[in-house]
Each structure stands twice: as structure tokens, then as C-alpha cells.
């Protein structure tokens, strides 16, 4: 007998435009289970676009996404994090004036469907659970410290452990390097390549630096204008001519 093998993510002919200009045109594509894919493309590509049809904070004008069989094409983002997904930006979205235990237990209340502005529950609650995933991400001897005051690196980590908190069954990862050194930023993506691993949580990611990105990414996927260059292997999408010139001849 044959099994279907239960997709993450499904996006069908995505086209999102800004009066005149089409940012993300006709893109299809799927992320099946263990999978870690990156999305990589020029400047103007269409990559933040992209992401942002996938994690609700823009709507298409045509298309579908779908999570795990789902179809989440016009919901908000809170309600495509109760299909599974767990999300981080380009910039970190901590509550600085809270330390980091209370960011991922305010992050659980929410995940429990509770208001985030009950802070004096928040802190009372939930933190056995809020503790763990400080530990995961190696911030539990920074548990009490203000957000605000952590490094930036600590910054993504502990915006990492509130996407956790969730309980996503994937992540969507908008650049989760951005502002990083290179040690740092190849830190940061170890620990949430391992985290994925342990949970067999597929993840999509936008990137810029292409060292992390052959470093880490099963596929990738080349936006170009748009539209999708090729979608393969990172050793197929090294080869590729077409994206040797995408980049102007930049070494990848």
C-alpha cells in the first residue's frame, strides 16, 4: 500500500503585487518532513515577500498555502501558529522590558490562548515549561536578566525559545542571522539545526550568507525576480549557471 507522505508546507502559484510591481510571481513549491530549506536570491528578490504570504503578515492576490494539509491562505498569523508554525523575523520581536523568563512564559500564555497583558499570571505560571526551553537554547543562566539587556545573539536565542513555546511542528526563520558575526551567526544556526533535528521539525529559512546556507540547508530554493530560478540540491543549486549569474559571479 502506498502512503501519502504528510506535507509541512504547500504553497500553489503565490503572486503578491505592489501596484506595478509583481514581488513574488507564480511561486510553487513543498517542504516535506526532516526537510531544511533555504530561500536565497538577490536583493529584490521577492524573498521577505515570500515569507511574509507564508506566515500570514501579507495575503496573495492569487494562490494557496496550506499547512500540514490545511488551508491557511487567508488566516492571520496566530491562527497558522495553532496548524504548527513557529516563526522568527529579521528583527527581534523579545519584549525587552521583560526579562527572558517572562518572554517565553508570556510566549506559553499565549500559546494556551490566555492574554499576553495578564504579566502578573504570566509570571506565576508555566515555569517549569518556560525553564526548559531556556535551557534548550542555552539562556537558563540568563533567565532573570531584561531582554533588552541581552546580547543580540541572545536576543534571537530567546526570540527562538518563544517560537518553541508554541509548540510548532515547523519554523519559518526570516533571516535569523541578520546582524550577526559570522561565529555568532553559524552558532545560532547549529543550535536551531540541532533543535529541529531532535524534534524532526522541518524549517524554511531566508539567508544571505551563502557559507551558512550550504552549511545547513538539505534544499534550496533560488528566487530571481520573483519567480523560482530552481529549487535542488545545494550541490545542484551551486553548479547552476543561471544562479552564478544571478549573483553576478559571486562565488557560492
Known sequence: M????????EASNLVKSFGGFTAVNGVSFSIG???????????????STLFDL???????????????????????????????IGRSFQV???????TALENVQIGL???QGHAWNLLRL????????????????????????????LSYGDQRKLELAVALSTGPRLLLLDEPTAGMGRDESRDCLSLIHAIAAEEKMPMVF???????VFSFATRVMVLVAGS???????DAVRADERVKEAYFGEAI
Open 33 to 47: 518532513p526532516a526537510e531544511a530549506v533555504a530561500i536565497i536570491g538577490p536583493n529584490g528578490a521577492g524573498k
Open 54 to 84: 507564508l506566515t500570514g503578515r501579507k495575503l496573495p492576490d492569487s494562490g494557496e498555502v496550506r499547512v500540514f494539509g490545511a488551508p491557511v491562505t487567508r488566516q492571520a498569523p496566530w491562527r497558522r501558529a495553532k496548524h504548527g
Open 109 to 111: 500564555m499565549l500559546a
Open 206 to 212: 531566508v539567508e544571505h550568507d551563502m557559507d551558512i
Open 228 to 234: 523560482v530560478l530552481i529549487d535542488g540540491t545545494p
Open 122 to 149: 504570566a509570571t506565576r505560571t508555566n515555569r517549569d515549561e518556560a525553564n526548559v526551553l531556556l535551557e534548550k537554547v542555552g539562556l537558563a543562566g540568563k533567565r532573570e536578566v531584561p531582554s533588552g539587556e
Open 2 to 9: 502506498n502512503h501519502r507522505v504528510e506535507l509541512a508546507l
Open 92 to 98: 527581534s520581536s523579545v519584549f525587552p522590558g521583560y
